[in-house]
């Protein structure tokens, strides 16, 4: 459902509320228009599965906030566009969210659509919050784009030193996908697991259209690693894992945020046991909200949501941005995108539903919880927490 | 305001890719899809030129579209010679290799792209001056592919796209045409793709893959090729149509699907009732009207029907 779809009702609803409120000689000026912000996803193209769950979850969290009587009194209000996860769609998406539909902040996700984004930020002061995209560069954009979401080296280095230390494991091989997740995730690994004490065997790319992975793997076998890392995509690293079992290595695999997801024991079978892959929200066995919000995906949806600790994160991104919004009507100061980067940086912390607490730092990037899974017996159980 | 700018300046650098690529494939007939290729090397010469060497903008900007027509000129001369289809084969492995290059250079970013691309005239003369810019730029290539097309060296060039052997049998020079024609286009995608560089101040390679080729064709069979004003209207439809559709409030599980199904839909419709384009080209070469008497176009698009 679109926000807007409801529009209609709701001003009437609000006019209704004007009404009683001016009689109770409350302030009418108030009910005024909504609090608009703005969600940059894809919705078509490749990346379309996740970014569909991802908008879905974040229509829930204002579906809710405004159930609860909005912020302030006023309706929050959400923009919804495409980017195809595509950059030059991604800045179209931008630009009319900031000139069209005049929003301080909006939220995007997607690497290279959060980079290609960041000078239409700046330039008109809009803050853009990127949720879900994790790489190393985005705490660099400049004043007006920020993280949610920890960027690649929370997870890596938490898996990296796991491996080293808890795991005693001395022989690293690593996988990688030749694109800006992989190239940038796969360094990050190689350096902790180096200075850990380890000693990276093999350091391999493979193409983001390849869907033969035997060379590489078997540069992999001939390094005789302990523990391989596969720094992969969604799609490709079920499938590089399975290869890789067929060529008969069977040490331990680790992987990253992307990885932990129903679909690699769907799709892989009993070769998905033992596969080490990091999240970055808690999971329904530590938080009974998101044992809630896990049931209302398969009650209302049929299904769990593709990615879920992405859609946690985008769950709670309403909620932060209800937050600095109250924040600024309290301090009745205009509504824009310089004074709503004060308000957030102001708060600061925010306690989220989903993803519990989240502090912003002043070098743009957000530390959290890392919960190391591990698929034991056809299902995803908690190794360890790193905090 | 900002928004229609930057549609505008989006719309001006597809009509002129999309008429600089009807001149190759269309007036010339030379199979080549990697025009997009062009468009990237324009861009990135031009923004590592202007970034890394400090070159003053509208210098880097001109040796972006050179270094395009250069490298045209470059993957056209051997294949031209040996025959037509080698040109696509050539110009396809062209473009792989060239955006796997990228990928894997550090001094392009690599795959996550290049940022921090100085910008240009926004700031001095702001954006409603680039956006004017840019469109001056696409009605000078309409107007140059419409000057090339339909004077004295159109009409060369539709012999040689016609008959090739007896073109030749005239003693004219069918590869240095050829060669001239192509890197004229890939030149004008260069400078788009630098004009793009310099507004967007970010690149990355997957922007110019072979996905780009197809919506580039997508513009230029839609609107019609060998025609002056298809690839211009289909530019601008294919540009503003993904746009106004999220205009109409749409849910969002309902809008993504649709703009999927735009570009596809769009193809296969065109392909069913209107296989020549929205605008359809004539059978034979007909001059512009300078250079003809009109009887002269209308006695050979009679014989010809």
């Known amino acids: 459902m679109s926000a807007r779809a409801a529009a209609p009702l709701s001003r009437r609803a609000l006019v209704a509320g004007t009404l009683a409120m001016s009689l109770s000689l409350a302030g009418a000026a108030r009910a005024e228009e909504p609090l608009r912000f703005g969600m940059a996803m894809p919705l078509s193209g490749g990346q379309a599965t996740y970014g569909q769950d991802q908008v879905k979850a974040a229509e829930w969290a204002v579906a809710e906030i405004n159930a609860k009587g909005g912020v302030a009194g006023r309706k929050l209000e959400m923009i919804v566009l495409d980017t195809r996860a595509d950059p030059q769609s991604g800045i179209q998406a931008a630009n009319r969210l900031v000139s069209v539909d005049k929003v301080p902040a909006f939220v995007s996700a997607w690497s290279a659509v959060v980079k290609a984004i960041a000078p239409v930020a700046n330039d008109t002061r809009t803050v853009q919050l990127s949720v879900g995209a994790n790489s190393a560069e985005i705490a660099r954009l400049g004043d007006y784009t920020y993280t949610t979401f920890p960027l690649a080296a929370v997870d890596i280095t938490a898996v990296a030193n796991y491996a080293a230390k808890e795991m005693g494991k001395k022989r690293a091989a690593v996988l990688y996908i030749n694109n800006e997740t992989g190239t940038v995730a796969a360094q990050i690994y190689r350096d902790v697991f180096s200075k850990a004490g380890g000693q990276v065997v093999a350091y391999e790319a493979y193409d983001p259209r390849a869907s033969d992975w035997t060379g590489p793997l078997l540069k992999v076998r001939a390094a005789q690693p302990d523990i391989v890392h596969i720094q992969g995509l969604v799609a490709d690293t079920p499938q590089v894992i399975a290869q890789m079992r067929q060529l008969g290595l069977t040490m331990p695999v680790s992987s990253y945020s992307a990885v932990y997801n129903p679909k690699l024991i769907e799709q892989l079978g009993k070769a998905s046991e033992g596969v080490i892959a990091t999240s970055l929200a808690p999971g329904a066995a530590d938080d009974p909200a998101v044992a809630a919000y896990l049931a209302r995906w398969k009650k209302e949806i049929g299904r769990e949501p593709n990615g879920l600790p992405y859609t946690q994160y985008l769950y709670d991104a309403p909620y932060l941005v209800a937050a600095v919004y109250s924040g600024l009507i309290d301090k009745k100061l205009p509504l824009t995108g310089e004074n709503f980067r004060k308000e957030m940086l102001a708060i600061r912390t925010f306690d989220l539903p989903l993803t519990g607490k989240l502090t912003i730092n002043d070098d743009h990037t957000v530390n959290k919880t890392v919960y190391l899974m591990e698929v034991k017996n056809g299902a995803w159980v908690k190794k360890a927490v790193v905090e | ?305």
């Open chain 2, 1 to 305: 305001m900002d928004y229609l700018i930057t549609l505008a300046i989006l719309i001006g650098l597809s009509v002129a890719l999309a008429s600089s690529f009807n001149l190759i494939i269309g007036y010339a007939g030379l199979v080549s899809i990697a025009h997009p290729v062009f468009y990237a090397i324009g861009a990135y010469v031009s923004a590592l030129l202007a970034r890394d060497l400090g070159l003053p903008v509208p210098l880097a900007m001109l040796c972006g579209a050179l270094a395009a027509a250069a490298a045209s000129a470059a993957v056209a001369l051997p294949s031209l010679r040996v025959s037509g289809d080698y040109l696509l084969i050539a110009s396809i492995g062209f473009q792989l290799g060239v955006l796997e290059a990228i990928k894997n250079i550090s001094v392009t970013g690599g795959a996550g792209g290049l940022t921090n691309i100085p910008a240009f005239l926004v700031q001095d003369g702001g954006r409603g001056a680039y956006a004017a810019l840019v469109i001056a730029f696409a009605g000078l290539t309409v107007w140059l592919n419409w000057r090339i097309a339909h004077g004295p060296y159109g009409r060369a060039l539709s012999a040689m796209r016609d008959d090739e052997t007896a073109f030749a049998g005239l003693g004219r020079n069918a590869v240095a045409m050829k060669v001239a024609v192509f890197a004229f286009g890939s030149g004008i995608a260069g400078l788009a793709g630098a004009l793009y560089a310099h507004y967007f101040r970010f690149v990355t390679p997957e922007q110019f893959e072979i996905l780009q080729s197809a919506a580039l064709l997508t513009m230029v069979v839609v609107g019609g090729v060998r025609t002056t004003w298809g690839p211009v209207l289909g530019a601008v439809l294919l540009q503003a149509l993904p746009q106004a559709i999220t205009f109409v409030d749409l849910p969002p599980a309902i809008l993504g699907p649709l703009q999927g199904l735009l570009f596809t839909g769009l193809v296969l419709v065109f392909m069913v009732l209107r296989p020549q384009g929205l605008i359809a080209a004539g059978e034979a070469w007909h001059p512009a009207k300078k250079y003809s008497a009109k009887t002269y176009s209308a006695k050979t698009r009679g014989e010809a029907r």
